[in-house]
């Protein structure tokens, strides 16, 4: 795109008629430029990311100076130059939001903004997470928890922070705000980047490096230095080939060992970019991303194994891991003066696949781990006085241990057409969004699938049926009707939305008000609902239709 540049100077000019000669100062205008603003440049106006989403790049951008309630935008500066290890870091920073790293390495994040959400690890469900504008959720209407978190640091560009509710635009689970994630674009020049991150973490009991060989001879020093290395590895290639076309490949490979003893981690993330500029006005974006993650998760300590060993791991079986396929394209079109009226027109399409399988132990909510049952039996085996165990669960010296299984997955489609048309009269200027947006979902879930067999039950709840593992866990019940936990409970889901908002602004956009509605079909569709999870059919008809209305108005007014 060509532009007419004004240049302008200051100076000082020195004219010497003659040797007495007085020296004259001469001050040229602003710079300042004149042609069509840049098609990447919609700042404040209108929005040509993935779903129509706005992503600003900083708190300079005008759209972030006229939000009417509370955004911060993270840049790729305040990334990058504040010594930020993983997401969850960079989140920190952001006032209202309260950040659980219960992993330790960026792979299951608990986000909360202003209280709301974050029951326990990945539950994220009052916090709507987007990338790129799109879902990352299992399943965005069904299963409002972060599964799987589908994101590395190294890959991110910058992250865009809403507090506050805004389901007009973005849809349903956005109680507490949105976290939108940008990841990095394809440059105009093609750049090659590799980057190696190690992380050491200072866990050798007699505050050095590593531990010393103990007396037995047993190299603990290697095994602890093994222990205390993660590795964040990441490369990228790409940029514009011609004017019209180009592609980005990106990968992240995280490796090694979490903040605690024997908590083996692996993350990897490549992703995919293509681009294609029909002309000015007209383009075409498409991505393809694969995440596999598999972690430790090493669990609480009870106050007497912290005192021994804060690093220990004594959930072994306490696991978590899975994958996300996510595939998408967007076509944009651009029309009109945006001084008049012009805006953007957007059709999404994005879809993913998810899986993931978390193994635990019937001990999952006990903090006493060592297998001593009285003071004798914990003073021989070394431990403090005053130890002492009232629930031991190990397979070896309990018959109610079980390790549970919890797999499912998720089939997303979704399409969305959207439209940001601006309409500007000189006192008063709208700004209409407007759109469509339909999902479909099919929500594989297997619950609590036991490793261990028992014998059938001949009495009591659930007789003449065959357990999988005895009943040990907290709030589980065995499938009277199915018997066993083999069987997949299969939600096919269907969600269709319709959004209307409209931004007035008056006397230079000093006041303005935006009232919106959206409008929600919801169709669940479960075939063994009733059985799998002893809904009586009476409350199974009401949750099979549960259209709803959103509405919302923003008013705002800025004095200066």
């Given at each position: 795109m060509h532009k007419k540049v004004l240049l302008a100077l200051t100076a000082s000019l020195i004219c010497q008629e003659s040797l007495f000669a007085k020296e004259k100062d001469y001050t040229l205008g602003k710079v300042s430029t004149a042609g069509k603003k840049d098609k990447s440049d919609y700042s404040g106006q209108v929005n040509l990311g993935y779903s129509g989403i706005t992503a600003p790049k900083s708190w300079q951008d005008?759209?972030?100076?006229?939000?009417?309630?509370?955004?911060?935008?993270?840049?790729?500066?305040?990334?990058?130059?504040?010594?930020?290890?993983?997401?969850?870091?960079?989140?920190?920073?952001?006032?209202?939001?309260?950040?659980?790293?219960?992993?330790?390495?960026?792979?299951?994040?608990?986000?909360q903004i202003r209280g709301f959400g974050a029951g326990g690890s990945g539950h994220s469900d009052a916090t709507?997470?987007?990338?790129?504008?799109?879902?990352?959720?299992?399943?965005?209407?069904?299963?409002?928890?972060?599964?799987?978190f589908p994101v590395?640091?190294?890959?991110?560009?910058?992250?865009?922070?809403?507090?506050?509710?805004?389901?007009?635009?973005?849809?349903?689970?956005?109680?507490?705000?949105?976290?939108?994630?940008?990841?990095?674009?394809?440059?105009?020049?093609?750049?090659?980047?590799a980057a190696e991150r190690i992380t050491y973490w200072a866990k050798a009991r007699n505050a050095g490096f590593a531990a010393p060989p103990d007396k037995t001879g047993d190299p603990s020093f290697i095994k602890s230095l093994g222990n205390n290395l993660l590795y964040n590895t990441y490369v990228r290639s790409g940029g514009m080939i011609n004017k019209h076309v180009g592609i980005q490949a990106q990968a992240n490979w995280v490796r090694g060992q979490g903040f605690r003893d024997n908590s083996?981690?692996?993350?990897?993330?490549?992703?995919?970019?293509?681009?294609?500029?029909?002309?000015?006005?007209?383009?075409?974006?498409?991505?393809?991303?694969?995440?596999?993650?598999?972690?430790?998760q090493p669990g609480s300590l009870s106050e007497q194994d912290y005192k021994i060993n804060r690093f220990a791991n004594l959930r072994p079986l306490n696991q978590k891991g899975g994958r996300s396929q996510r595939f998408g394209a967007v076509y944009e079109n651009r029309f009109g003066d945006l001084d008049r009226v012009g805006g953007t027109f957007s059709f999404t399409y994005y879809g993913q696949l998810m899986t993931r399988d978390f193994q635990v132990s019937s001990s999952y909510n006990s903090a006493?781990?060592?297998?001593?049952?009285?003071?004798?039996?914990?003073?021989?085996?070394?431990?403090?006085?005053g130890y002492n165990l009232a629930v031991p669960y190990y397979a070896t010296n309990y018959n109610g241990w079980a390790e549970v299984e919890?797999?499912?997955?998720?089939?997303?489609?979704?399409?969305?057409?959207?439209?940001?048309?601006?309409?500007?009269?000189?006192?008063?200027?709208?700004?209409?969004?407007?759109?469509?947006?339909?999902?479909?979902t099919t929500f594989l879930q297997r619950q609590y699938l036991n490793t261990n067999e028992c014998a059938t039950k001949t009495s009591g709840e659930g007789a003449g049926f065959l357990c999988e593992g005895p009943n040990v866990m907290s709030g589980w019940k065995p499938h009277i009707k199915h018997g066993v936990y083999r069987n997949w409970n299969n939600w096919r889901n269907n969600y269709t939305a319709v959004y209307l908002s409209d931004r007035i602004e008056a006397w230079d956009g000093r006041f303005f008000i935006v009232p919106g509605l959206r409008y929600a079909f919801v169709q669940y569709n479960n075939e063994n609902a009733a059985n799998w999870a002893q809904i009586p059919e009476k409350d199974l008809r009401k949750i099979k239709h549960m259209n709803n209305w959103m509405p919302s108005t923003n008013i705002g007014f800025i004095p200066v």
């Amino acid at each position: 795109m060509h532009k007419k540049v004004l240049l302008a100077l200051t100076a000082s000019l020195i004219c010497q008629e003659s040797l007495f000669a007085k020296e004259k100062d001469y001050t040229l205008g602003k710079v300042s430029t004149a042609g069509k603003k840049d098609k990447s440049d919609y700042s404040g106006q209108v929005n040509l990311g993935y779903s129509g989403i706005t992503a600003p790049k900083s708190w300079q951008d005008e759209e972030v100076k006229k939000y009417t309630g509370s955004r911060t935008v993270i840049s790729n500066k305040a990334l990058t130059q504040q010594a930020n290890q993983s997401i969850e870091e960079a989140l920190q920073n952001v006032p209202g939001l309260q950040i659980r790293n219960a992993t330790g390495v960026g792979a299951m994040p608990t986000i909360q903004i202003r209280g709301f959400g974050a029951g326990g690890s990945g539950h994220s469900d009052a916090t709507l997470m987007l990338v790129n504008g799109i879902p990352v959720y299992m399943a965005p209407y069904a299963h409002i928890e972060l599964d799987i978190f589908p994101v590395t640091f190294q890959a991110i560009d910058r992250i865009d922070v809403i507090k506050g509710g805004g389901s007009v635009q973005y849809g349903p689970n956005t109680y507490g705000g949105i976290v939108n994630i940008i990841t990095k674009p394809i440059p105009t020049q093609w750049e090659n980047q590799a980057a190696e991150r190690i992380t050491y973490w200072a866990k050798a009991r007699n505050a050095g490096f590593a531990a010393p060989p103990d007396k037995t001879g047993d190299p603990s020093f290697i095994k602890s230095l093994g222990n205390n290395l993660l590795y964040n590895t990441y490369v990228r290639s790409g940029g514009m080939i011609n004017k019209h076309v180009g592609i980005q490949a990106q990968a992240n490979w995280v490796r090694g060992q979490g903040f605690r003893d024997n908590s083996p981690s692996s993350i990897s993330n490549y992703w995919l970019d293509g681009i294609y500029d029909i002309n000015e006005n007209n383009g075409i974006k498409a991505y393809y991303q694969y995440y596999d993650f598999a972690i430790a998760q090493p669990g609480s300590l009870s106050e007497q194994d912290y005192k021994i060993n804060r690093f220990a791991n004594l959930r072994p079986l306490n696991q978590k891991g899975g994958r996300s396929q996510r595939f998408g394209a967007v076509y944009e079109n651009r029309f009109g003066d945006l001084d008049r009226v012009g805006g953007t027109f957007s059709f999404t399409y994005y879809g993913q696949l998810m899986t993931r399988d978390f193994q635990v132990s019937s001990s999952y909510n006990s903090a006493n781990m060592v297998t001593c049952f009285s003071e004798a039996a914990c003073r021989a085996a070394g431990l403090p006085a005053g130890y002492n165990l009232a629930v031991p669960y190990y397979a070896t010296n309990y018959n109610g241990w079980a390790e549970v299984e919890n797999p499912v997955r998720s089939i997303n489609n979704a399409f969305e057409p959207k439209v940001n048309l601006i309409v500007n009269t000189g006192k008063v200027r709208q700004t209409f969004i407007m759109g469509l947006r339909f999902m479909t979902t099919t929500f594989l879930q297997r619950q609590y699938l036991n490793t261990n067999e028992c014998a059938t039950k001949t009495s009591g709840e659930g007789a003449g049926f065959l357990c999988e593992g005895p009943n040990v866990m907290s709030g589980w019940k065995p499938h009277i009707k199915h018997g066993v936990y083999r069987n997949w409970n299969n939600w096919r889901n269907n969600y269709t939305a319709v959004y209307l908002s409209d931004r007035i602004e008056a006397w230079d956009g000093r006041f303005f008000i935006v009232p919106g509605l959206r409008y929600a079909f919801v169709q669940y569709n479960n075939e063994n609902a009733a059985n799998w999870a002893q809904i009586p059919e009476k409350d199974l008809r009401k949750i099979k239709h549960m259209n709803n209305w959103m509405p919302s108005t923003n008013i705002g007014f800025i004095p200066v």
